[in-house]
């Protein structure tokens, strides 16, 4: 009688796919049949969704699993997680659990090292966990104020319909078009410009420099002139000038006389008054001061 019948067969084949099932889900899930990992116990007082297989990180980096949920069902203040960690991992006293969860829901468990690394916990210890919100958890808490901004994004929306639906609006448009037109033109007139005076600069620098040099030169002629032998000249003749007004003002000489005397002035008046009614008088009779004759005198 054989032993492998079909019957056994079949038992050992499906005892085989059992345990490759068991195994399979087990890795599924993040746990190890035969693995060496620390144990530990985290106290929540709410889980968040907390469940068996949900990861646990250590600063980014995942560093075990989650591998049972206790609820006392009697006491219901705390419930603890049971977490499987890498031996490799030492806590450090001091350290504590946060329940985290990301855009999609998934939840999973940060665990918080302290900056100094001191006296490590010891495996099968008490972690103290709390519940972090996270962003979905504050998004929730944003919506009542956002329920209350609605009624003004309404207006607010309302308010700029009306705005774009004014005939005004494409008025101003419109006028804004022809403002960017003549921008345009004037900035292509100023370009005109600026070519012209592009042209037009380099002979007015040349003429500038022209007259730079004639101003230099004339600079240098001012500067070889004598000043000092100029003015001992001038004051030479201002004295003479002076000299005249003084014998003018004085009674000396004639102009002095002249200026300064009145009775001279009187006399010259007199003999020129004189000398006009002899002229006058001559002008009227003229045979009683000149007798001309080619024959002789007439008696």
């Given at each position: 009688?054989?032993?492998?019948?079909?019957?056994?067969?079949?038992?050992?084949?499906?005892?085989?796919?059992?345990?490759?099932?068991?195994?399979?889900?087990?890795?599924?899930?993040?746990?190890?049949?035969?693995?060496?990992?620390?144990?530990?116990?985290?106290?929540?007082?709410?889980?968040?969704?907390?469940?068996?297989?949900?990861?646990?990180?250590?600063?980014?980096?995942?560093?075990?699993?989650?591998?049972?949920?206790?609820?006392?069902?009697?006491?219901?203040?705390?419930?603890?997680?049971?977490?499987?960690?890498?031996?490799?991992?030492?806590?450090?006293?001091?350290?504590?659990?946060?329940?985290?969860?990301?855009?999609?829901?998934?939840?999973?468990?940060?665990?918080?090292?302290?900056?100094?690394?001191?006296?490590?916990?010891?495996?099968?210890?008490?972690?103290?966990?709390?519940?972090?919100?996270?962003?979905?958890?504050?998004?929730?808490?944003?919506?009542?104020?956002?329920?209350?901004?609605?009624?003004?994004?309404?207006?607010?929306?309302?308010?700029?319909?009306?705005?774009?639906?004014?005939?005004?609006?494409?008025?101003?448009?419109?006028?804004?078009?022809?403002?960017?037109?003549?921008?345009?033109?004037?900035?292509?007139?100023?370009?005109?410009?600026?070519?012209?005076?592009?042209?037009?600069?380099?002979?007015?620098?040349?003429?500038?420099?022209?007259?730079?040099?004639?101003?230099?030169?004339?600079?240098?002629?001012?500067?070889?002139?004598?000043?000092?032998?100029?003015?001992?000249?001038?004051?030479?003749?201002?004295?003479?000038?002076?000299?005249?007004t003084e014998a003018l003002n004085s009674k000396k000489g004639s102009l002095g006389?002249?200026?300064?005397?009145?009775?001279?002035?009187?006399?010259?008046?007199?003999?020129?008054?004189?000398?006009?009614?002899?002229?006058?008088?001559?002008?009227?009779?003229?045979?009683?001061?000149?007798?001309?004759?080619?024959?002789?005198?007439?008696?």
């Amino acid at each position: 009688m054989k032993f492998l019948t079909k019957e056994v067969q079949i038992a050992l084949v499906a005892v085989v796919g059992i345990v490759v099932l068991f195994i399979g889900l087990s890795f599924l899930k993040g746990l190890s049949l035969f693995s060496t990992d620390n144990t530990y116990y985290i106290r929540f007082t709410d889980i968040g969704g907390l469940s068996a297989s949900s990861p646990v990180y250590a600063r980014g980096v995942r560093v075990g699993t989650v591998k049972a949920i206790n609820f006392d069902f009697e006491e219901a203040d705390e419930i603890v997680a049971t977490v499987s960690l890498d031996e490799r991992l030492h806590l450090p006293v001091g350290t504590l659990a946060t329940l985290e969860s990301d855009m999609l829901g998934n939840i999973k468990i940060n665990l918080q090292l302290p900056d100094v690394m001191g006296t490590t916990m010891a495996k099968g210890d008490t972690i103290s966990g709390s519940v972090n919100a996270g962003i979905m958890a504050r998004a929730a808490q944003l919506l009542p104020a956002i329920e209350q901004l609605m009624p003004k994004i309404d207006s607010i929306l309302l308010n700029v319909n009306a705005l774009l639906a004014d005939p005004s609006l494409a008025n101003s448009l419109h006028n804004a078009e022809q403002i960017t037109g003549n921008l345009t033109k004037s900035t292509r007139e100023l370009n005109v410009l600026m070519a012209q005076l592009n042209r037009d600069v380099p002979g007015m620098m040349t003429k500038a420099n022209t007259v730079l040099d004639n101003t230099s030169e004339l600079t240098g002629k001012l500067n070889e002139v004598d000043f000092a032998a100029t003015m001992a000249k001038v004051d030479a003749t201002l004295d003479n000038v002076h000299e005249m007004t003084e014998a003018l003002n004085s009674k000396k000489g004639s102009l002095g006389l002249l200026m300064n005397d009145p009775g001279l002035y009187n006399n010259l008046n007199a003999t020129m008054l004189s000398a006009d009614s002899l002229l006058m008088d001559l002008r009227e009779h003229p045979k009683r001061y000149v007798h001309f004759s080619l024959f002789g005198r007439k008696n």
